[in-house]
């Protein structure tokens, strides 16, 4: 009988002793900051459903990543408004495009900051689909074709790390061909491999002037009921050539997280999605929920599934905290 030998409290008895045995610790050099790069001068407008995250043209935007490189955030991943959109996205793979313009200008200024670009065609898109639309639908290989172009061109603009979020079938290796083309063999792949068609992505859509017009993304992103098949997604985009892969939204989906972490052994990323922030700010907002403690406790349990590092919308105030 294991008690009363075995009691498992006396390990909970302090904070010193509670410290001394805790598996999973954060650091905010684990978490990725998503920003929102808009066109203008001295724009920093509030995102209304995500408090403390904003539309940021490029002067101010670089201002904000000088502020996260100083508090030890592991870097930003960069999302774009621009000026115009149309039917074939020329926005997305435009030297001059608002992203592509936005990293050069972090790249000299903030140089050691780590700058991930979102691979993606819905922002440029007058649709609001991930791709080109034939008969109703996105058309696979074609959008291959911008996705490769957009990658290239992030890389060209001094991109770190590019991260396909449009789940594309055989974007990843679209992409790596167009890069080591193009001479950039050392820029790596961060896939979006197993993102969920969920309802948590509404807020994002606002930040990001994306919602689709007509439709949903149900044909391209994954039917969240899919376990088994966001592991053969994962498996594919591995064998296509990913340096890392990610799971899409986080919290709900914590189970595939874990899975993921038994079977490949490659950095993870989950993503923490603005709908997951946005419940938290909004019940904390009402006095139903403790804020802080509802951000840390989100993300040590996303970390302890097993993820590597975070993409999170609480990455400056999980920062100040820790
Ligand atoms: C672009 C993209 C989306 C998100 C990240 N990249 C939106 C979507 O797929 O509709 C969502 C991020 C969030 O909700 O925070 N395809």
Redesign the pocket.
């Known amino acids: 009988m294991p008690f009363p030998i075995h009691r498992p409290r006396r390990l909970r008895s302090s904070e010193a002793m509670r410290s001394l045995v805790r598996e999973t610790r954060l650091t905010p050099s684990q978490f990725i900051l998503?920003l929102f790069v808009c066109p203008g001068e001295g724009v920093r407008r509030e995102i209304s459903a995500m408090p403390g995250n904003y539309q940021l043209s490029i002067d101010e935007f670089v201002k904000e990543c000088e502020e996260i490189h100083s508090l030890g955030i592991g870097g930003v991943i960069l999302?774009g408004l621009p000026e115009s959109k149309d039917e074939e996205a020329s926005g997305a793979y435009d030297d001059n495009g608002i992203v592509q313009r936005a990293v050069r200008a972090v790249k000299s200024a903030v140089p050691k900051l780590l700058v991930m670009t979102?691979v993606?065609n819905?922002?440029y898109t007058s649709h609001g689909h991930?791709g080109k639309i034939i008969d109703g639908d996105v058309d696979n290989d074609t959008t291959l074709e911008w996705l490769a172009a957009g990658a290239l061109s992030h890389a060209r603009a001094g991109a770190d790390i590019v991260a396909p979020?449009?789940m594309m079938d055989g974007r990843v290796a679209a992409i790596r061909k167009k890069l080591d083309a193009g001479g950039f063999t050392n820029v790596p792949i961060l896939s979006?491999a197993a993102?969920f068609a969920s309802v948590?992505?509404g807020?994002?859509?606002e930040a990001?002037e994306?919602a689709p017009q007509f439709g949903d993304?149900r044909s391209y992103?994954m039917d969240p009921a899919n376990g088994r098949e966001a592991m053969r997604e994962i498996a594919l985009d591995l064998e296509e050539g990913a340096d890392m892969i990610m799971v899409?939204p986080a919290m709900p989906y914590l189970d595939l997280i874990a899975r993921a972490r038994d079977r490949f052994d490659v950095p993870i990323a989950a993503?923490q999605?603005?709908?997951e922030?946005s419940m938290i700010m909004a019940a904390a907002h009402n006095g139903w929920i403790d804020q802080e403690r509802a951000m840390l406790e989100s993300l040590t349990s996303i970390r302890r599934a097993g993820a590597d590092f975070i993409l999170t919308?609480f990455a400056k105030p999980a920062a100040r905290v820790l």
């Open positions: 998503p999302f979102d993606c819905c922002e991930c979020s449009d979006y993102k948590f992505y807020p994002f859509r990001a994306s993304r992103q899409k993503y999605v603005s709908g922030f919308y």
